[in-house]
């Protein structure tokens, strides 16, 4: 009987990928909003009943690809990180917005799921927060780690948080990822880091069309500016001129 559950939860399994990966196909020609469970299942050849026992509804199936995406997401960021030199706060750094532009660049209808308008009537459940928060967590460390060795030199300027609410909701950001660091810190690294979605943000849904065609490049050069505007130093082995 053991054998035989078994061998049920690994086709329960099997098709459940299977379902998963043809709507996230169909996310690239119907968006999430005209994402529909009756066309996987005729995709898939089964009838819309049989789908439904999988994922009982749309927003199941937009939850499963939603935790699968930002799952995906963090584990390219964190290997990005995992591959710098530790002391190199700078590189970590240039690595990791990499790692969130390339991933964006080859999955840009998942992105969009992830961050681009939100689906009508849809309330993402608790069970999306960790993955959301795989990318931020190493973010965070980054600065973290670098403040802790000392890395960091602030810039001096109008970043710190005189407006109401603001100093409660850094407070917030430094328990949750950036344990240790001053407010003025967290500041500049919310707005940086925000500022590396918004980056994003603009060349997958076309605001840079027929404005920025070298984007590779100021991408970078805008990674730099915004590692700067945390206090980060700059990557190990990188000219200063």
């Given at each position: 009987?053991?054998?035989?559950?078994?061998?049920?939860?690994?086709?329960?399994?099997?098709?459940?990928?299977?379902?998963?990966?043809?709507?996230?196909?169909?996310?690239?020609?119907?968006?999430?909003?005209?994402?529909?469970?009756?066309?996987?299942?005729?995709?898939?050849?089964?009838?819309?009943?049989?789908v439904?026992?999988?994922?009982?509804?749309?927003?199941?199936?937009?939850?499963?690809?939603?935790?699968?995406?930002?799952?995906?997401?963090?584990?390219?960021?964190?290997?990005?990180?995992?591959?710098?030199?530790?002391?190199?706060?700078?590189?970590?750094w240039?690595?990791?917005?990499?790692?969130?532009?390339?991933?964006?660049?080859?999955?840009?209808?998942?992105y969009?799921?992830?961050?681009?308008?939100?689906?009508?009537?849809?309330?993402?459940?608790?069970?999306?927060?960790?993955?959301?928060m795989?990318?931020?967590?190493?973010?965070?460390?980054?600065?973290?780690?670098?403040?802790?060795?000392?890395?960091?030199?602030?810039?001096?300027?109008?970043?710190?948080?005189?407006?109401?609410?603001?100093?409660?909701?850094?407070?917030?950001?430094?328990?949750?990822?950036?344990?240790?660091?001053?407010?003025?810190?967290?500041?500049?690294?919310?707005?940086?880091w925000?500022?590396?979605f918004?980056?994003?943000?603009?060349?997958?849904?076309?605001?840079?069309?027929?404005?920025?065609?070298?984007?590779?490049?100021?991408?970078?050069?805008?990674?730099?500016?915004?590692?700067?505007?945390?206090?980060?130093?700059?990557?190990?082995?990188?000219?200063?001129a």
């Amino acid at each position: 009987m053991n054998s035989s559950r078994t061998a049920r939860e690994r086709v329960r399994a099997e098709l459940t990928r299977e379902i998963a990966e043809i709507a996230r196909r169909h996310l690239a020609t119907e968006g999430a909003v005209g994402l529909s469970l009756r066309a996987v299942a005729r995709e898939m050849g089964m009838s819309s009943s049989a789908v439904y026992r999988y994922f009982p509804s749309k927003d199941d199936l937009l939850t499963t690809l939603i935790i699968d995406g930002y799952n995906a997401l963090g584990r390219v960021v964190e290997q990005a990180d995992a591959g710098c030199d530790r002391a190199d706060h700078g590189g970590r750094w240039r690595a990791v917005c990499h790692a969130v532009r390339d991933w964006a660049l080859a999955h840009p209808h998942e992105y969009a799921l992830l961050y681009g308008s939100p689906v009508p009537g849809y309330q993402a459940p608790q069970d999306t927060v960790a993955p959301a928060m795989r990318d931020t967590i190493v973010f965070g460390r980054i600065v973290s780690e670098a403040h802790e060795a000392g890395a960091l030199t602030v810039p001096a300027g109008p970043m710190g948080t005189g407006a109401a609410g603001v100093a409660e909701d850094m407070a917030r950001v430094r328990e949750q990822v950036m344990p240790g660091v001053p407010d003025a810190v967290a500041v500049r690294a919310v707005t940086a880091w925000t500022g590396v979605f918004g980056w994003i943000g603009f060349e997958l849904f076309g605001q840079f069309n027929n404005v920025i065609e070298h984007r590779a490049a100021l991408f970078d050069h805008s990674v730099a500016a915004l590692g700067a505007l945390i206090g980060l130093p700059r990557p190990v082995g990188e000219s200063t001129a």
